[in-house]
């Protein structure tokens, strides 16, 4: 089981890739969106993350207002998952749980506190540029 973590720096506007394995990710089996997590689980000590959202192996959109770990059909009419082109409109769409559980394949969190050494240092990559 792997997951692929999106740091995201609200300090910088930055966004860092982790590939987090096992032990760790076992660490965030359970874990839903909201929670507050030690960044020494993605190798960043000194540091809280908060996790905010993520996505399936098959793309489909985790909703923090959708408990538990499986996917739903539920009714959209705005929001995550769903942003229709006119007012009113509503559909029909598959979004995945707030539960974190092995079938997710990327998890969004962001930095709420800093540690000692700046994430450039701990990641030791490159930000995630974006394409313009």
């Keep these: 089981m792997d997951f692929r973590v999106v740091v995201s720096d609200p300090k910088s506007g930055k966004a860092y890739q982790v590939e987090l394995k096992d032990p760790g990710a076992s660490k965030l089996l359970g874990k839903h969106i909201g929670d507050k997590v030690e960044g020494d689980v993605l190798g960043m000590p000194g540091y809280s993350v908060q996790v905010t959202g993520g ?3 098959e793309g489909f959109p985790m909703r923090s207002d959708l408990p538990g770990t499986k996917r739903k059909k539920i009714l959209l009419s705005t929001g995550i ?4 082109t006119a007012g009113g409109k509503k559909k029909r769409m598959t979004i995945h749980g707030r539960d974190i559980s092995s079938d997710i394949g990327q998890i969004n969190v962001k930095v709420l506190e800093s540690g000692a050494k700046s994430i450039e240092e701990l990641l030791g990559k490159a930000p995630k ?3 313009e």
């Excluded at 998952?81 to 229709?84: D, E, F, I, L, R």
Aim: aromatic content about 10%.
């Design 81 to 84: 998952g769903y942003h229709p």
């Design 129 to 131: 540029e974006e394409k």
């Design 55 to 57: 996505s399936d192996r």
